[in-house]
Antibody
Framework: EVQLVESGGGLVQPGGSLRLSCAAS????????IDWVRQAPGKGLEWVGR??????????EYAASVKGRFTISRDDSKNSLYLQMSSLKTEDTAVYFC???????????WGQGTMVTVSS | DIQLTQSPSFLSASVGDRVTITCRAS??????LAWYQQKPGRAPKLLIY???TLQSGVPSRFSGSGSGTDFTLTISSLQPEDFATYYC?????????FGGGTEVEIK
């Protein structure tokens, strides 16, 4: 079964850090781009960033709202992608989804999401 | 940034109704548009990509059209399982953006 499974969410204080993981199975992870999308409680979807594959140099893209604070990395040997979040703000509170990204086409596979709550 | 404006933001419809949701982009995005369905507490699900191509496994009552700046998602005969929130997304340029969503409620 093709799937993505996020983990690592939780409660963190403002200014703190957290690392999310996204574990892939059922497809050739190393061939694909993986993005992060978040959804604040009761709100819409917001794209967070992209981690490209080895063929494109593992380059990344970020939304302006997280650039300089969030870092995407991946370990193809573990079929995993990571989102390192630092200097967290209350407005980063959201469910974070990892998604398999087909450039210019769609996000065709979504994980179930992991909740991040930034609060004192 | 490319803004996507969905309308309506909320609609109330009955089973069997034909439903149309529109998505307007602030600048041309060719056909780099996707549509997703999200039910409460669940991850979004891909319905349509490249503006009009039905994702495998999605019922044929869903269809998409448009190019450039104006797009539509049509449900030809609304079914009970279609009550959900629908989002459009542009994949033309970074930052990738989503529309604000259209919640479809049972009348």
């Amino acid at each position: 079964e093709v799937q993505l499974v996020e983990s690592g969410g939780g409660l963190v204080q403002p200014g703190g850090s957290l690392r999310l993981s996204c574990a892939a199975s059922g497809f050739t992870f190393s061939d694909h781009y993986i993005d992060w999308v978040r959804q604040a409680p009761g709100k819409g979807l917001e794209w967070v960033g992209r981690g490209r594959n080895r063929a494109t140099g593992y380059t990344t893209e970020y939304a302006a709202s997280v650039k300089g604070r969030f870092t995407i990395s991946r370990d193809d040997s573990k079929n995993s992608l990571y989102l390192q979040m630092s200097s967290l703000k209350t407005e980063d509170t959201a469910v974070y989804f990892c998604v398999r990204s087909l450039p210019y086409r769609s996000f065709d596979i979504w994980g179930q999401g992991t909740m991040v709550t930034v609060s004192s | 940034d490319i803004q996507l404006t969905q309308s309506p933001s909320f609609l109330s419809a009955s089973v069997g109704d034909r439903v149309t949701i529109t998505c307007r982009a602030s600048q041309g995005i060719s056909s780099y548009l996707a549509w997703y369905q999200q039910k409460p507490g669940r991850a979004p699900k891909l319905l349509i990509y490249a503006a009009s191509t039905l994702q495998s496994g999605v019922p044929s009552r869903f269809s998409g059209s448009g190019s450039g700046t104006d797009f539509t998602l049509t449900i030809s005969s609304l079914q009970p399982e279609d009550f959900a929130t629908y989002y459009c997304q542009q994949l033309n340029s970074f930052p990738l953006t989503f529309g604000g969503g259209t919640e479809v409620e049972i009348k």
